[in-house]
């Protein structure tokens, strides 16, 4: 008998065992699959306010990695009768498999009485399946209200309007002033350092444009200051600067047409119309080019192409003239 009554109390306590082990193990997956699940909340710090007044506005969710993706608040500027004050930056944490966010709002009202912080609604998705449902806040009554009237002071008589004499003061004349009087230098200053430098006059000359351009080139020939560079690149621009400034002199008093501020394109653009020779134009293109390397970009040619260049623009300038004198004549014959 005893025997038997072990073994009875053995299978009960086994029994019993197994069914206690099983309500664990349910509750525990109970508690699982609850903590797998979206959460939401949301908190203010105070249900009475001035107008005016601040309230500090908390919102947190909580949901499971790789589970659910969700759509945080499109917050409008005002909810309901509260107006957004500032937002602050969401922020993400990640703890024991879940996602955490938050984020912290500024309300104010300006409506006394007793207002609403309307319940706001967050989207959320499985992302297995196109399934998905909604979390909702909390809605929070709030109390707007006046500051409270202080009865100890009194009140005072209502005035009438004081009018306000619109005086400035001498600081203002004095700046006014000073601004006054350096306007008038800084105008003065433009109208002497500024104003544009009157034509150099280049039409008188008791020579003619082609011998007073022979005898100018053959001056700086004369002059060697290619062979007696001691100036290095200095002379060098030089030569060739008065070398293009004697051409464009004669050019511009046998036309009788100021062109000395011309460039090189626009000095060729003008020779074309005399007919000269191509082989002449071309070589006398390069010496312009060459003469413009010189003065702006520092370039040192050879001494025997910058002689060169100075017997090209005198076989240019006696071209031209005879094409002129050819015209001239031509001229006064049909004038005959």
């Known amino acids: ?117 309307p319940a706001l609604v967050l989207n959320i998705e499985q992302l297995q399946g196109d399934s998905s449902f909604n979390l909702i806040t909390d ?82 020939q004369n002059e060697k200051l290619l062979q007696n560079n001691e100036g290095g690149s200095y002379r060098v621009k030089e030569y060739h600067t008065r070398v293009s400034d004697i051409f464009k002199r004669y050019i511009s008093r046998q036309t009788k047409t100021y062109k000395l501020h011309l460039t090189s394109d626009e000095i060729m653009m003008d020779l074309d119309e005399y007919g000269l020779r191509k082989e002449q134009l071309f070589a006398f293109a390069n010496c312009l080019r060459m003469s413009s390397a010189v003065k702006f970009a520092k370039y040192v040619p050879p001494q025997s192409e910058s002689e060169k260049c100075l017997e090209q623009t005198k076989e240019i300038i006696i071209e031209v003239n005879k094409i002129l004198n050819r015209k001239a004549e031509s001229d006064k014959e049909n004038k005959k």
């Not at 500051?147 to 100890?152: A, C, E, K, Q, T």
Request: glycine share 4%.
């Open 139 to 220: 809605s929070f009554p709030v109390q707007v209200s006046f500051s409270p009237m202080d009865s100890v002071k009194t009140f005072h008589d209502i005035k009438s309007i004081i009018e306000v004499k619109k005086e400035w003061p001498w600081w203002l004349w004095a700046i006014a002033a000073i601004a006054v009087l350096a306007l008038i230098f800084w105008i003065r200053f433009l109208i002497k350092f500024l104003r544009k430098k009157p034509v150099p006059e280049i039409f008188k000359s008791k020579l003619s444009p082609y011998d007073e351009a022979m005898k100018s080139l053959n001056d700086l």
């Open 1 to 117: 008998m005893k025997r038997k009554e072990k073994q009875l109390n053995k299978r009960v306590y086994n029994r019993s065992l197994v069914a206690f082990m099983f309500l664990v193990s349910c509750v525990l997956a109970g508690q699982k699959s609850f903590s797998q699940q979206p959460v939401i909340k949301s908190s203010i710090d105070k249900n009475n306010i001035l107008i005016g007044e601040q309230i500090h506005y908390h919102l947190s969710t909580s949901i499971p990695d790789n589970t659910y993706r969700l759509t945080w608040f499109n917050l409008p500027d005002s909810i309901g009768h509260f107006y957004i004050v500032r937002e602050s930056k969401i922020d993400s944490s990640f703890a024991n498999g879940s996602l955490g966010f938050s984020q912290d709002i500024a309300l104010t009202s300006f409506d006394s009485g007793r207002q609403v912080i």
